[in-house]
């Protein structure tokens, strides 16, 4: 794989899989480049809520928007810049604010692959 960049608008937004609120995914980078990492977007529509164990270490940057992650009674606001780390095998819920987010993500290993 040769070094890229990247933008939003690159990524394939699709809806999370097995979510009914307005949770889109959009990986830029994963197994199928040869990638032992995803690498991509997230579109929160307004009070989307996710409540999930980790199958994968997680890094998401929020970029618009922001979001509420909660695990194990604590709750962290991420704003515009904000960097959150869910480890594999936490339960978490995430929460976006009355505006939605855009976020970007980073996970350890394919979140697809984890989920099969």
């Not at 909660?70 to 959150?84: C, D, F, H, L």
């Amino acid at each position: 794989m040769k070094m890229q960049g990247f933008t939003f608008a690159d990524a394939a937004m699709e809806r999370s899989p097995g979510q009914n609120d307005e949770i889109e995914t959009g990986d830029v980078v994963n197994d199928a480049d040869g990638a032992p990492i995803s690498i991509g977007y997230g579109r929160w529509g307004p009070g989307s809520r996710l409540t999930e164990t980790m199958r994968v270490d997680d890094v998401m940057i929020v970029l618009e928007g922001g979001l509420e992650v909660t695990t194990e009674g604590k709750t962290v606001s991420a704003a515009p810049g904000a960097i959150v780390h869910m480890p594999k095998g936490v339960e978490v819920t995430i929460t976006a604010g009355a505006d939605g987010a855009r976020t970007a993500y980073v996970t350890y290993p394919n979140w697809r692959t984890a989920r099969s």
